[in-house]
Protein backbone atom coordinates (compact mmCIF):
# COMPACT_ATOMS: atom_id res chain seq x y z
CA UNK A 1 0.00 0.00 0.00
CA UNK A 2 2.36 2.62 1.10
CA UNK A 3 5.30 0.90 -1.89
CA UNK A 4 1.96 2.02 -4.29
CA UNK A 5 1.92 5.53 -2.73
CA UNK A 6 5.48 6.51 -3.06
CA UNK A 7 5.21 4.97 -6.16
CA UNK A 8 2.20 7.46 -7.94
CA UNK A 9 3.59 10.34 -5.30
CA UNK A 10 7.24 9.87 -7.87
CA UNK A 11 5.29 9.81 -10.79
CA UNK A 12 3.39 12.94 -10.30
CA UNK A 13 6.54 14.53 -9.36
CA UNK A 14 8.10 13.48 -12.32
CA UNK A 15 5.27 14.80 -14.78
CA UNK A 16 4.99 17.99 -12.73
CA UNK A 17 8.69 19.15 -13.38
CA UNK A 18 7.90 17.91 -16.97
CA UNK A 19 5.74 20.33 -16.85
CA UNK A 20 7.88 23.07 -15.60
CA UNK A 21 9.63 23.11 -18.78
CA UNK A 22 13.16 22.31 -17.80
CA UNK A 23 13.58 19.77 -19.79
CA UNK A 24 16.91 18.91 -19.53
CA UNK A 25 18.01 19.49 -15.97
CA UNK A 26 14.28 18.47 -15.54
CA UNK A 27 15.29 15.01 -17.29
CA UNK A 28 18.05 14.59 -14.80
CA UNK A 29 16.93 15.50 -11.55
CA UNK A 30 13.68 13.45 -12.53
CA UNK A 31 15.62 10.32 -13.48
CA UNK A 32 17.53 10.78 -10.17
CA UNK A 33 14.41 10.89 -8.40
CA UNK A 34 13.33 7.99 -10.25
CA UNK A 35 16.25 5.81 -9.63
CA UNK A 36 16.13 6.74 -5.83
CA UNK A 37 12.33 5.66 -5.52
CA UNK A 38 13.29 2.36 -7.20
CA UNK A 39 15.88 2.14 -4.41
CA UNK A 40 13.47 3.05 -1.90
CA UNK A 41 10.58 0.31 -3.82
CA UNK A 42 13.32 -2.65 -3.67
CA UNK A 43 14.48 -1.93 0.06
CA UNK A 44 11.11 -1.85 1.21
CA UNK A 45 10.19 -5.20 -0.98
CA UNK A 46 12.75 -7.10 0.78
CA UNK A 47 12.03 -6.17 4.00
CA UNK A 48 8.53 -6.62 3.60
CA UNK A 49 7.54 -9.22 1.31
CA UNK A 50 10.67 -11.37 0.26
CA UNK A 51 12.28 -12.39 3.95
CA UNK A 52 8.59 -13.19 5.38
CA UNK A 53 8.22 -15.65 2.17
CA UNK A 54 11.54 -16.85 2.41
CA UNK A 55 10.99 -17.83 6.58
CA UNK A 56 7.35 -19.63 5.53
CA UNK A 57 9.37 -21.31 2.68
CA UNK A 58 11.68 -22.56 5.03
CA UNK A 59 9.15 -23.77 7.52
CA UNK A 60 6.89 -25.49 4.47
CA UNK A 61 10.79 -27.34 3.80
CA UNK A 62 10.75 -28.49 7.57
CA UNK A 63 7.10 -29.75 7.50
CA UNK A 64 7.95 -31.59 4.35
CA UNK A 65 10.90 -32.50 6.18
CA UNK A 66 8.76 -34.32 8.69
CA UNK A 67 8.83 -31.90 11.60
CA UNK A 68 5.14 -31.08 12.37
CA UNK A 69 6.32 -28.47 14.84
CA UNK A 70 7.44 -25.40 12.06
CA UNK A 71 4.98 -22.51 13.32
CA UNK A 72 5.39 -19.02 11.78
CA UNK A 73 5.59 -16.16 14.46
CA UNK A 74 2.48 -14.11 14.06
CA UNK A 75 3.95 -11.27 15.45
CA UNK A 76 6.18 -10.71 13.32
CA UNK A 77 3.37 -10.08 10.69
CA UNK A 78 1.45 -7.86 9.44
CA UNK A 79 -1.90 -7.90 6.94
CA UNK A 80 -1.83 -10.17 4.36
CA UNK A 81 1.33 -11.65 5.76
CA UNK A 82 0.32 -11.95 8.98
CA UNK A 83 -3.15 -13.93 7.39
CA UNK A 84 -0.89 -16.02 5.34
CA UNK A 85 1.08 -17.22 8.64
CA UNK A 86 -2.38 -17.49 10.09
CA UNK A 87 -3.01 -20.22 7.61
CA UNK A 88 0.06 -22.18 7.68
CA UNK A 89 0.16 -22.19 11.29
CA UNK A 90 -3.47 -23.26 11.11
CA UNK A 91 -2.45 -25.73 8.49
CA UNK A 92 0.17 -27.19 10.04
CA UNK A 93 -1.37 -27.76 13.27
CA UNK A 94 -4.02 -29.86 11.57
CA UNK A 95 -1.65 -31.60 10.14
CA UNK A 96 0.27 -32.47 13.60
CA UNK A 97 -2.86 -33.04 15.09
CA UNK A 98 -3.51 -35.97 12.82
CA UNK A 99 -0.39 -37.23 12.58
CA UNK A 100 -0.18 -37.78 15.93
CA UNK A 101 -3.66 -39.24 16.50
CA UNK A 102 -2.64 -41.54 13.54
CA UNK A 103 0.20 -42.65 15.47
CA UNK A 104 -1.52 -43.09 18.43
CA UNK A 105 -4.04 -45.57 16.37
CA UNK A 106 -0.81 -47.52 15.16
CA UNK A 107 0.51 -47.47 18.79
CA UNK A 108 -2.52 -49.17 20.10
CA UNK A 109 -3.38 -51.64 17.08
CA UNK A 110 0.08 -52.81 17.70
CA UNK A 111 0.15 -53.55 21.15
CA UNK A 112 -3.29 -55.01 20.58
CA UNK A 113 -1.45 -57.86 17.62
CA UNK A 114 0.81 -58.46 20.26
CA UNK A 115 -1.36 -58.98 23.06
CA UNK A 116 -3.02 -61.15 20.94
CA UNK A 117 -0.40 -63.10 19.36
CA UNK A 118 0.72 -63.88 23.01
CA UNK A 119 -2.41 -65.00 24.36
CA UNK A 120 -2.34 -67.12 20.68
CA UNK A 121 0.97 -68.89 21.65
CA UNK A 122 -0.15 -69.24 25.34
CA UNK A 123 -2.65 -70.98 23.89
CA UNK A 124 -1.08 -72.94 21.88
CA UNK A 125 0.79 -74.49 24.64
CA UNK A 126 -1.88 -74.67 26.93
CA UNK A 127 -3.32 -77.15 23.69
CA UNK A 128 -0.35 -78.42 23.60
CA UNK A 129 0.05 -79.41 27.52
CA UNK A 130 -3.34 -80.59 27.78
CA UNK A 131 -2.99 -83.05 25.13
CA UNK A 132 0.27 -84.48 25.05
CA UNK A 133 0.96 -87.95 25.98
CA UNK A 134 2.67 -87.41 29.13
CA UNK A 135 1.04 -86.60 32.17
CA UNK A 136 1.78 -83.06 33.61
CA UNK A 137 0.79 -81.39 36.88
CA UNK A 138 1.71 -78.47 38.62
CA UNK A 139 1.42 -78.95 42.46
CA UNK A 140 1.85 -75.38 44.17
CA UNK A 141 3.86 -74.66 47.54
CA UNK A 142 0.88 -76.45 49.36
CA UNK A 143 1.01 -79.73 47.89
CA UNK A 144 -2.48 -78.27 45.84
CA UNK A 145 -2.79 -79.31 42.71
CA UNK A 146 -2.42 -75.92 40.39
CA UNK A 147 -2.48 -77.40 36.47
CA UNK A 148 -3.74 -80.59 35.50
CA UNK A 149 -3.20 -82.18 31.50
CA UNK A 150 -5.78 -84.66 30.17
CA UNK A 151 -3.05 -87.30 30.62
CA UNK A 152 -2.18 -86.80 34.09
CA UNK A 153 -6.18 -86.92 35.01
CA UNK A 154 -6.17 -90.16 33.05
CA UNK A 155 -3.47 -91.72 34.87
CA UNK A 156 -4.72 -90.63 38.51
CA UNK A 157 -8.11 -92.12 37.08
CA UNK A 158 -9.90 -88.88 38.22
CA UNK A 159 -11.83 -86.09 36.46
CA UNK A 160 -9.99 -83.24 35.62
CA UNK A 161 -11.98 -80.46 36.64
CA UNK A 162 -12.40 -81.26 40.49
CA UNK A 163 -8.98 -81.45 41.20
CA UNK A 164 -7.46 -78.15 40.79
CA UNK A 165 -7.56 -76.45 44.04
CA UNK A 166 -7.51 -80.05 46.24
CA UNK A 167 -4.27 -81.24 48.04
CA UNK A 168 -2.80 -84.74 47.25
CA UNK A 169 -3.71 -86.01 50.21
CA UNK A 170 -7.26 -84.94 49.90
CA UNK A 171 -7.28 -86.64 46.45
CA UNK A 172 -5.38 -89.45 47.12
CA UNK A 173 -5.26 -90.14 50.72
CA UNK A 174 -2.54 -91.48 52.45
CA UNK A 175 -0.08 -90.27 49.64
CA UNK A 176 1.10 -88.23 52.21
CA UNK A 177 3.11 -91.59 53.17
CA UNK A 178 4.09 -92.89 49.89
CA UNK A 179 7.95 -92.63 48.52
CA UNK A 180 6.19 -90.72 45.63
CA UNK A 181 5.02 -87.98 48.00
CA UNK A 182 8.37 -87.56 49.66
CA UNK A 183 10.22 -86.90 46.40
CA UNK A 184 8.06 -84.80 45.62
CA UNK A 185 8.34 -82.79 48.71
CA UNK A 186 12.10 -83.18 48.83
CA UNK A 187 11.94 -81.46 45.38
CA UNK A 188 9.65 -79.02 46.82
CA UNK A 189 11.73 -78.29 49.61
CA UNK A 190 14.99 -78.42 48.41
CA UNK A 191 14.48 -77.23 44.84
CA UNK A 192 15.92 -80.12 43.71
CA UNK A 193 15.05 -82.50 40.60
CA UNK A 194 14.60 -85.96 40.88
CA UNK A 195 13.13 -88.96 38.27
CA UNK A 196 12.39 -91.89 39.25
CA UNK A 197 9.92 -94.80 38.31
CA UNK A 198 7.02 -95.28 40.64
CA UNK A 199 4.60 -98.15 41.22
CA UNK A 200 1.54 -95.94 41.82
CA UNK A 201 -1.68 -97.21 44.18
CA UNK A 202 -5.09 -96.04 43.16
CA UNK A 203 -7.68 -96.03 45.99
CA UNK A 204 -9.87 -98.17 44.75
CA UNK A 205 -7.29 -100.80 44.06
CA UNK A 206 -5.49 -101.60 41.35
CA UNK A 207 -1.39 -100.05 40.57
CA UNK A 208 0.11 -99.32 37.86
CA UNK A 209 4.00 -97.91 36.86
CA UNK A 210 5.02 -94.76 35.84
CA UNK A 211 8.05 -93.27 35.29
CA UNK A 212 8.00 -89.78 37.13
CA UNK A 213 9.99 -86.72 36.68
CA UNK A 214 9.93 -84.00 39.28
CA UNK A 215 11.06 -80.10 38.70
CA UNK A 216 10.69 -77.71 40.97
CA UNK A 217 8.75 -75.01 39.20
CA UNK A 218 8.10 -71.29 40.01
CA UNK A 219 4.46 -72.42 41.40
CA UNK A 220 5.85 -75.43 43.06
CA UNK A 221 6.86 -78.34 41.51
CA UNK A 222 6.15 -79.85 38.06
CA UNK A 223 5.39 -83.20 37.56
CA UNK A 224 5.67 -85.24 34.25
CA UNK A 225 4.33 -88.58 34.54
CA UNK A 226 4.19 -91.14 31.77
CA UNK A 227 2.75 -94.97 32.23
CA UNK A 228 5.57 -97.79 31.83
CA UNK A 229 3.32 -100.39 32.34
CA UNK A 230 3.93 -102.18 29.15
CA UNK A 231 7.94 -101.59 29.20
CA UNK A 232 7.37 -102.67 32.53
CA UNK A 233 6.13 -105.64 31.71
CA UNK A 234 7.67 -106.33 28.57
CA UNK A 235 10.93 -106.73 31.27
CA UNK A 236 9.39 -108.89 33.68
CA UNK A 237 8.40 -110.96 30.77
CA UNK A 238 12.01 -110.64 29.60
CA UNK A 239 13.07 -111.54 32.99
CA UNK A 240 10.92 -114.35 33.28
CA UNK A 241 12.20 -115.96 30.57
CA UNK A 242 15.42 -115.16 30.91
CA UNK A 243 14.80 -117.23 34.46
CA UNK A 244 13.17 -119.72 32.53
CA UNK A 245 15.86 -120.64 29.80
CA UNK A 246 18.20 -120.39 32.94
CA UNK A 247 15.74 -122.82 34.63
CA UNK A 248 16.07 -124.71 31.75
CA UNK A 249 19.53 -124.69 31.26
CA UNK A 250 20.27 -125.56 35.44
CA UNK A 251 17.80 -128.75 34.74
CA UNK A 252 19.47 -130.00 31.53
CA UNK A 253 22.78 -130.07 32.85
CA UNK A 254 21.69 -131.72 35.97
CA UNK A 255 19.86 -134.08 33.78
CA UNK A 256 22.36 -134.86 31.64
CA UNK A 257 24.81 -135.20 35.46
CA UNK A 258 22.38 -136.99 36.86
CA UNK A 259 22.27 -139.44 34.19
CA UNK A 260 25.91 -139.61 33.81
CA UNK A 261 25.97 -140.59 37.57
CA UNK A 262 23.24 -143.24 37.74
CA UNK A 263 24.61 -144.72 34.39
CA UNK A 264 28.53 -145.44 36.04
CA UNK A 265 26.96 -147.54 39.12
CA UNK A 266 23.99 -148.99 36.82
CA UNK A 267 27.19 -150.14 34.27
CA UNK A 268 28.68 -152.14 37.47
CA UNK A 269 25.00 -153.70 38.10
CA UNK A 270 23.94 -154.29 34.70
CA UNK A 271 27.46 -155.36 33.97
CA UNK A 272 28.80 -157.69 36.43
CA UNK A 273 25.51 -159.68 36.63
CA UNK A 274 25.35 -160.07 33.40
CA UNK A 275 28.69 -161.53 33.55
CA UNK A 276 27.48 -163.87 36.51
CA UNK A 277 24.30 -165.05 34.46
CA UNK A 278 26.28 -166.02 31.48
CA UNK A 279 28.72 -168.15 33.70
CA UNK A 280 31.68 -166.13 32.19
CA UNK A 281 33.58 -167.25 35.73
CA UNK A 282 31.64 -170.83 36.11
CA UNK A 283 28.12 -171.67 36.77
CA UNK A 284 25.71 -170.36 39.60
CA UNK A 285 23.26 -172.39 41.21
CA UNK A 286 19.52 -171.94 39.95
CA UNK A 287 18.52 -170.07 43.36
CA UNK A 288 21.26 -167.93 42.56
CA UNK A 289 21.02 -167.50 38.92
CA UNK A 290 17.08 -166.47 39.29
CA UNK A 291 18.66 -163.71 42.36
CA UNK A 292 21.03 -162.36 39.96
CA UNK A 293 18.08 -162.02 37.59
CA UNK A 294 16.04 -159.69 39.88
CA UNK A 295 19.06 -157.60 40.13
CA UNK A 296 19.81 -157.19 36.55
CA UNK A 297 15.70 -156.95 35.43
CA UNK A 298 16.03 -154.34 38.44
CA UNK A 299 18.67 -152.21 37.41
CA UNK A 300 17.56 -152.29 34.01
CA UNK A 301 14.28 -151.16 34.81
CA UNK A 302 16.36 -148.45 36.25
CA UNK A 303 17.91 -147.73 33.04
CA UNK A 304 14.64 -147.23 31.06
CA UNK A 305 13.63 -144.99 33.97
CA UNK A 306 16.67 -142.65 33.55
CA UNK A 307 16.27 -142.77 29.67
CA UNK A 308 12.53 -141.95 29.73
CA UNK A 309 12.70 -139.10 31.91
CA UNK A 310 15.73 -137.67 29.62
CA UNK A 311 13.51 -138.12 26.63
CA UNK A 312 10.25 -136.35 28.26
CA UNK A 313 12.47 -133.76 29.97
CA UNK A 314 13.95 -133.32 26.15
CA UNK A 315 10.61 -133.11 23.74
CA UNK A 316 9.41 -130.80 27.26
CA UNK A 317 12.11 -128.44 26.46
CA UNK A 318 11.70 -128.42 22.42
CA UNK A 319 15.00 -130.39 22.24
CA UNK A 320 13.03 -132.98 20.54
CA UNK A 321 12.93 -132.03 16.81
CA UNK A 322 11.30 -134.36 14.67
CA UNK A 323 13.75 -135.50 11.89
CA UNK A 324 10.90 -135.67 8.58
CA UNK A 325 11.50 -138.38 5.99
CA UNK A 326 9.28 -140.03 3.57
CA UNK A 327 9.17 -143.69 4.67
CA UNK A 328 6.54 -146.80 3.72
CA UNK A 329 3.87 -147.19 6.92
CA UNK A 330 3.22 -150.67 6.74
CA UNK A 331 6.83 -152.02 6.83
CA UNK A 332 7.59 -149.19 9.98
CA UNK A 333 4.46 -151.02 11.85
CA UNK A 334 5.54 -154.60 11.09
CA UNK A 335 8.81 -153.82 12.35
CA UNK A 336 7.26 -152.92 15.55
CA UNK A 337 4.95 -156.18 15.69
CA UNK A 338 8.24 -158.48 15.26
CA UNK A 339 10.03 -156.51 18.13
CA UNK A 340 7.07 -157.92 20.85
CA UNK A 341 6.41 -160.88 19.09
CA UNK A 342 8.55 -163.13 21.08
CA UNK A 343 7.44 -161.07 24.53
CA UNK A 344 4.05 -161.84 23.07
CA UNK A 345 4.39 -165.68 22.74
CA UNK A 346 6.50 -166.02 25.73
CA UNK A 347 3.01 -164.76 27.27
CA UNK A 348 0.89 -166.37 25.59
CA UNK A 349 -1.06 -163.71 23.75
CA UNK A 350 -1.59 -163.31 20.23
CA UNK A 351 -0.45 -160.44 18.74
CA UNK A 352 -1.99 -159.73 14.88
CA UNK A 353 -1.65 -156.92 12.49
CA UNK A 354 -4.09 -155.61 10.04
CA UNK A 355 -2.20 -153.17 8.29
CA UNK A 356 -3.44 -153.70 4.23
CA UNK A 357 -5.96 -150.91 4.64
CA UNK A 358 -2.68 -148.91 4.27
CA UNK A 359 -0.55 -150.77 1.87
CA UNK A 360 1.45 -148.96 0.00
CA UNK A 361 1.24 -145.15 2.10
CA UNK A 362 4.03 -143.51 2.52
CA UNK A 363 3.96 -141.42 5.41
CA UNK A 364 6.12 -137.87 5.01
CA UNK A 365 6.75 -138.09 9.37
CA UNK A 366 9.58 -138.80 11.95
CA UNK A 367 9.95 -142.36 11.38
CA UNK A 368 12.02 -143.07 14.54
CA UNK A 369 9.30 -141.35 16.68
CA UNK A 370 6.23 -143.30 15.11
CA UNK A 371 8.47 -146.62 15.87
CA UNK A 372 8.76 -145.21 19.61
CA UNK A 373 5.02 -144.25 19.61
CA UNK A 374 3.24 -147.90 18.39
CA UNK A 375 6.27 -149.70 20.34
CA UNK A 376 5.40 -148.41 23.13
CA UNK A 377 1.65 -148.61 22.69
CA UNK A 378 2.08 -152.24 21.56
CA UNK A 379 4.17 -153.03 24.77
CA UNK A 380 1.54 -151.53 27.07
CA UNK A 381 -1.43 -154.19 25.28
CA UNK A 382 1.28 -156.84 25.86
CA UNK A 383 1.91 -155.84 29.72
CA UNK A 384 -1.59 -155.36 30.73
CA UNK A 385 -3.29 -158.45 28.81
CA UNK A 386 -3.56 -161.32 30.84
CA UNK A 387 -1.96 -164.64 29.72
CA UNK A 388 -4.54 -166.00 26.79
CA UNK A 389 -5.44 -163.10 25.90
CA UNK A 390 -4.99 -161.21 22.49
CA UNK A 391 -3.10 -158.25 20.68
CA UNK A 392 -4.10 -156.84 17.75
CA UNK A 393 -3.32 -153.75 15.44
CA UNK A 394 -4.99 -152.02 12.92
CA UNK A 395 -4.45 -149.53 10.31
CA UNK A 396 -6.80 -147.28 8.10
CA UNK A 397 -7.22 -144.47 6.28
CA UNK A 398 -11.00 -144.03 7.07
CA UNK A 399 -12.71 -143.39 10.00
CA UNK A 400 -10.49 -140.08 10.33
CA UNK A 401 -10.34 -136.92 8.53
CA UNK A 402 -8.35 -136.40 4.75
CA UNK A 403 -4.75 -137.21 4.76
CA UNK A 404 -4.82 -138.46 8.26
CA UNK A 405 -3.66 -142.32 9.05
CA UNK A 406 -5.72 -144.18 12.42
CA UNK A 407 -3.98 -146.49 13.70
CA UNK A 408 -5.28 -148.33 16.90
CA UNK A 409 -3.86 -150.87 19.23
CA UNK A 410 -6.60 -152.81 21.16
CA UNK A 411 -6.62 -155.33 23.94
CA UNK A 412 -8.26 -157.99 26.21
CA UNK A 413 -6.29 -156.74 29.38
CA UNK A 414 -6.99 -155.34 32.57
CA UNK A 415 -8.58 -151.85 31.53
CA UNK A 416 -8.41 -149.04 32.87
CA UNK A 417 -11.15 -147.41 35.18
CA UNK A 418 -12.84 -144.18 34.08
CA UNK A 419 -11.57 -142.19 37.30
CA UNK A 420 -8.14 -142.51 35.99
CA UNK A 421 -9.15 -141.64 32.07
CA UNK A 422 -8.08 -138.10 33.50
CA UNK A 423 -4.53 -138.72 34.50
CA UNK A 424 -3.86 -141.42 32.05
CA UNK A 425 -1.23 -139.34 29.67
CA UNK A 426 0.50 -137.62 33.03
CA UNK A 427 3.65 -138.47 33.98
CA UNK A 428 4.36 -141.54 36.72
CA UNK A 429 0.53 -141.89 36.60
CA UNK A 430 0.61 -146.09 36.04
CA UNK A 431 -2.27 -146.69 37.19
CA UNK A 432 -2.15 -148.79 40.76
CA UNK A 433 -5.43 -150.65 41.81
CA UNK A 434 -5.09 -152.09 45.04
CA UNK A 435 -6.76 -154.98 43.74
CA UNK A 436 -4.28 -155.81 41.32
CA UNK A 437 -0.33 -156.30 41.41
CA UNK A 438 1.75 -153.43 40.07
CA UNK A 439 3.00 -154.04 36.65
CA UNK A 440 6.40 -153.05 34.99
CA UNK A 441 7.19 -149.62 33.79
CA UNK A 442 7.61 -146.38 34.36
CA UNK A 443 4.74 -144.51 34.07
CA UNK A 444 6.39 -142.26 31.15
CA UNK A 445 5.45 -144.27 28.26
CA UNK A 446 2.10 -142.59 27.70
CA UNK A 447 3.08 -139.26 28.56
CA UNK A 448 5.93 -139.71 25.88
CA UNK A 449 3.46 -141.17 23.11
CA UNK A 450 1.15 -138.26 23.87
CA UNK A 451 3.56 -135.69 23.39
CA UNK A 452 5.66 -137.40 20.90
CA UNK A 453 2.04 -138.22 18.66
CA UNK A 454 1.52 -133.59 19.29
CA UNK A 455 4.54 -133.15 18.05
CA UNK A 456 4.14 -134.75 14.71
CA UNK A 457 0.68 -133.15 14.29
CA UNK A 458 -1.58 -135.71 15.33
CA UNK A 459 -3.86 -136.87 18.60
CA UNK A 460 -4.28 -140.13 21.08
CA UNK A 461 -7.45 -141.34 22.28
CA UNK A 462 -8.46 -144.39 24.20
CA UNK A 463 -11.47 -146.13 24.88
CA UNK A 464 -11.70 -148.67 27.74
CA UNK A 465 -13.80 -150.83 29.67
CA UNK A 466 -12.07 -151.99 33.09
CA UNK A 467 -11.71 -155.79 33.19
CA UNK A 468 -12.62 -155.97 29.43
CA UNK A 469 -9.60 -154.42 27.62
CA UNK A 470 -8.65 -151.13 26.00
CA UNK A 471 -8.09 -149.10 22.88
CA UNK A 472 -5.56 -146.94 21.59
CA UNK A 473 -5.89 -144.71 18.63
CA UNK A 474 -3.16 -142.75 17.29
CA UNK A 475 -4.21 -140.14 14.47
CA UNK A 476 -1.55 -139.13 12.20
CA UNK A 477 -1.37 -136.73 9.32
CA UNK A 478 0.37 -138.23 6.14
CA UNK A 479 2.75 -135.26 6.07
CA UNK A 480 3.51 -133.78 9.00
CA UNK A 481 5.50 -130.99 8.10
CA UNK A 482 3.45 -127.76 9.22
CA UNK A 483 2.63 -129.35 12.59
CA UNK A 484 6.32 -130.38 13.34
CA UNK A 485 7.54 -126.56 13.24
CA UNK A 486 4.69 -125.06 14.73
CA UNK A 487 4.64 -127.80 17.75
CA UNK A 488 8.49 -127.19 18.05
CA UNK A 489 7.88 -123.97 18.56
CA UNK A 490 4.81 -123.92 20.99
CA UNK A 491 7.08 -126.70 23.21
CA UNK A 492 9.60 -124.04 23.36
CA UNK A 493 7.33 -121.49 24.23
CA UNK A 494 5.86 -123.77 26.87
CA UNK A 495 9.12 -123.76 28.86
CA UNK B 1 49.81 -162.86 18.12
CA UNK B 2 48.52 -161.52 21.58
CA UNK B 3 46.44 -158.15 21.33
CA UNK B 4 47.45 -155.29 23.78
CA UNK B 5 44.50 -152.63 25.07
CA UNK B 6 44.67 -150.48 27.44
CA UNK B 7 41.30 -149.12 29.56
CA UNK B 8 41.62 -146.06 30.98
CA UNK B 9 38.44 -145.67 33.63
CA UNK B 10 38.44 -143.77 37.19
CA UNK B 11 35.79 -145.90 38.45
CA UNK B 12 37.33 -149.53 39.49
CA UNK B 13 34.22 -151.44 39.29
CA UNK B 14 33.57 -150.41 35.67
CA UNK B 15 37.35 -150.62 35.19
CA UNK B 16 37.32 -154.25 36.10
CA UNK B 17 34.39 -155.16 34.23
CA UNK B 18 35.56 -154.00 30.99
CA UNK B 19 38.94 -155.51 31.60
CA UNK B 20 37.24 -158.74 32.83
CA UNK B 21 35.52 -158.52 29.60
CA UNK B 22 38.50 -157.68 27.29
CA UNK B 23 40.70 -160.41 29.34
CA UNK B 24 38.29 -163.13 27.74
CA UNK B 25 38.37 -162.29 24.43
CA UNK B 26 42.08 -162.75 24.82
CA UNK B 27 43.63 -159.60 25.47
CA UNK B 28 46.50 -158.25 27.52
CA UNK B 29 45.00 -155.65 29.24
CA UNK B 30 46.62 -152.51 31.21
CA UNK B 31 45.01 -150.46 33.72
CA UNK B 32 45.23 -146.77 34.00
CA UNK B 33 42.83 -144.45 36.78
CA UNK B 34 43.40 -141.57 35.32
CA UNK B 35 44.72 -139.38 31.66
CA UNK B 36 48.20 -139.03 33.15
CA UNK B 37 48.50 -142.41 33.65
CA UNK B 38 47.37 -143.42 30.47
CA UNK B 39 49.56 -141.43 28.66
CA UNK B 40 52.38 -142.70 30.25
CA UNK B 41 51.46 -146.06 29.29
CA UNK B 42 50.67 -145.70 25.68
CA UNK B 43 54.09 -144.69 25.83
CA UNK B 44 55.64 -147.74 26.85
CA UNK B 45 53.63 -150.18 25.19
CA UNK B 46 52.74 -150.29 21.42
CA UNK B 47 48.86 -151.00 22.12
CA UNK B 48 45.99 -152.18 19.34
CA UNK B 49 43.37 -150.47 21.11
CA UNK B 50 42.76 -147.44 23.73
CA UNK B 51 39.32 -147.96 25.53
CA UNK B 52 39.36 -144.31 27.61
CA UNK B 53 36.11 -142.56 29.65
CA UNK B 54 35.32 -139.21 29.38
CA UNK B 55 34.92 -137.78 32.62
CA UNK B 56 38.54 -138.49 33.71
CA UNK B 57 39.90 -136.95 36.71
CA UNK B 58 42.50 -134.97 35.57
CA UNK B 59 41.28 -134.14 32.34
CA UNK B 60 38.87 -135.04 29.57
CA UNK B 61 39.24 -138.05 27.49
CA UNK B 62 39.03 -136.29 24.61
CA UNK B 63 41.94 -133.64 25.99
CA UNK B 64 44.08 -136.85 26.32
CA UNK B 65 42.78 -138.55 23.06
CA UNK B 66 44.20 -134.77 21.14
CA UNK B 67 47.86 -135.52 23.06
CA UNK B 68 47.77 -138.83 21.81
CA UNK B 69 46.73 -138.10 18.41
CA UNK B 70 49.56 -135.37 18.49
CA UNK B 71 52.30 -138.38 19.24
CA UNK B 72 54.16 -140.97 17.17
CA UNK B 73 53.52 -143.66 19.29
CA UNK B 74 50.10 -143.67 19.77
CA UNK B 75 48.87 -141.02 16.57
CA UNK B 76 47.39 -144.52 15.08
CA UNK B 77 45.99 -146.67 17.60
CA UNK B 78 42.36 -146.88 17.70
CA UNK B 79 40.70 -145.08 20.49
CA UNK B 80 36.89 -146.01 21.76
CA UNK B 81 35.26 -144.35 24.33
CA UNK B 82 33.55 -146.05 26.85
CA UNK B 83 30.92 -143.06 28.56
CA UNK B 84 28.07 -142.62 30.67
CA UNK B 85 28.03 -139.10 29.20
CA UNK B 86 25.50 -140.35 26.23
CA UNK B 87 23.84 -137.19 25.89
CA UNK B 88 24.29 -135.14 22.77
CA UNK B 89 26.71 -133.00 24.06
CA UNK B 90 28.81 -135.75 25.43
CA UNK B 91 28.76 -137.23 21.73
CA UNK B 92 29.66 -133.60 20.04
CA UNK B 93 32.99 -133.68 22.31
CA UNK B 94 34.71 -136.65 20.91
CA UNK B 95 33.00 -136.04 17.48
CA UNK B 96 36.52 -134.89 15.93
CA UNK B 97 39.28 -137.36 17.43
CA UNK B 98 40.06 -138.84 14.27
CA UNK B 99 40.08 -142.52 14.42
CA UNK B 100 37.90 -143.24 17.45
CA UNK B 101 34.54 -144.66 18.52
CA UNK B 102 31.57 -144.60 20.99
CA UNK B 103 29.78 -147.01 22.92
CA UNK B 104 27.45 -145.57 26.07
CA UNK B 105 27.42 -147.08 29.67
CA UNK B 106 25.52 -149.08 30.54
CA UNK B 107 27.28 -151.21 28.31
CA UNK B 108 26.35 -154.57 26.64
CA UNK B 109 28.60 -157.59 28.24
CA UNK B 110 27.93 -160.00 25.78
CA UNK B 111 28.80 -157.43 23.08
CA UNK B 112 31.59 -155.14 23.97
CA UNK B 113 34.44 -157.24 23.46
CA UNK B 114 33.33 -158.33 19.78
CA UNK B 115 32.50 -154.23 19.26
CA UNK B 116 36.10 -153.21 20.02
CA UNK B 117 37.98 -156.19 17.68
CA UNK B 118 34.99 -155.10 15.14
CA UNK B 119 36.35 -150.98 15.19
CA UNK B 120 40.04 -152.33 16.00
CA UNK B 121 39.77 -154.07 12.61
CA UNK B 122 38.14 -151.72 10.56
CA UNK B 123 40.34 -149.30 11.56
CA UNK B 124 43.07 -151.57 10.55
CA UNK B 125 41.78 -152.33 7.07
CA UNK B 126 40.67 -148.49 6.42
Redesign the interface.
Known amino acids: MRVGALFVASILTLGLLVYLKNAGMLLMIGAMLFALSLAAIQLFISKSIVSPLKRLAEAVARMGGGDLSARMDESKAKDEMLFLYRSFNSYAATQQGWVEKLEHEIEVRRAAEAALAYSKSEELFRIRFENMHEGCQIIDRDYRYHYVNNAAAEQGRMAKDGLIGRSMSDVFPGFEHTEAFAAIRNCMENRIGVHFDNYFSYPDGGATWFELSVQPAPEGVLILSADISERKRADSEYLARMAAELANRTKSDF??NM???L??????????T??LL?S?YGSVNEKQHEYLGFINSS?RHL?TLINEI?DLSKIQSGKRDAVLSSFELRATLELSLTMLREKAKQRGISLEGFLDPIAGIVLESDEQMIKQIVFNLLSNAVKFTPEGGSVRMEARTDGAEDGVIAISVSDTGIGIRKEDFGRLFTEFSQIDSPLQKRFEGTGLGLAISKRLVELLGGRIEMQSTEGAGSVFSIFLPRAAGSAVAGAAAKARQGE | MVRKVLIVDDNAHNLMLEKDLMELAGFVVFEAVNAFCGIAIARREKLDAIIMDVRLPDMRGSDAALILRGEDFSRDVPIVFVTASVMAEGREEIRAIPNSGFIGKPINTRTFAKEIVAFVEAAASA
Do not use: K, M, Y
Not at chain 1, 263 to 270: A, D, G, Q, V, W
Open positions: LSSHERTPLNSIIGFEVDLGLL
